[in-house]
């Protein structure tokens, strides 16, 4: 079989608190979204903010992570793989599709008390060995250099 790929690497804020649930057997279930924005200029010349919502789903560990320090405004980087679902519609009959994010690591950007969040950054993977260092002081990609066409040399 030839080689495939299914890594999805998303940098944003959380929209919502999270929802948290435990299946029968106990597994802790976080489901969530975060928007990432791409700016971009239209035909005038104009810069315009586009806005993308992904739904993103946690398990186990990771998922008592997110209950315990993720909150609406919270940002992360997030790294997982696409999975789609289907069901038939109880009223209409007709087959829906959900593709969401299952999350593999997860690491907090947001310091603490920063906007809605409040969380410290840390780095968490699927593992029940995920680490947490509160005082490790958390990356603010958000400040970064905004890249134009003026910068590139072609």
């Keep these: 079989m030839a080689k495939s790929v ?3 690497i998303l940098l944003g804020n959380v929209g919502k608190d999270p929802e948290i649930k435990s299946t029968p057997s106990g597994v802790v ?15 005038t010349g104009n810069w315009q903010d586009r806005t993308e ?15 315990d320090y993720v909150k609406k405004g919270s940002k992360l ?11 038939d519609d109880k009223t ?4 829906k599709y959900r593709t969401e994010i299952i999350v593999g690591d997860l690491s907090l ?5 920063e906007g809605e ?7 968490y993977s699927r593992s029940n060995t995920a680490s947490f260092d509160q005082s490790a002081p958390a ?11 003026d910068d590139i040399p072609f």
């Design 6 to 8: 299914n890594k999805v």
């Design 117 to 123: 969040g409040g969380a410290g950054g840390g780095n």
């Design 77 to 87: 980087y997030v790294e997982g793989r696409l999975q789609t679902s289907s069901w």
């Design 92 to 95: 209409t009959g007709q087959k």
């Design 109 to 113: 950007l947001s310091g603490r008390g």
């Design 53 to 67: 919502w992904h739904n993103l789903v946690a398990y186990q560990r990771t998922a008592e992570i997110i209950r």
């Design 139 to 149: 990356q603010d990609y958000s400040q970064a250099t905004e890249i134009t066409d």
């Design 29 to 43: 279930v976080a489901t969530f979204s975060i928007a990432t924005s791409e700016r971009f200029k239209d035909k």
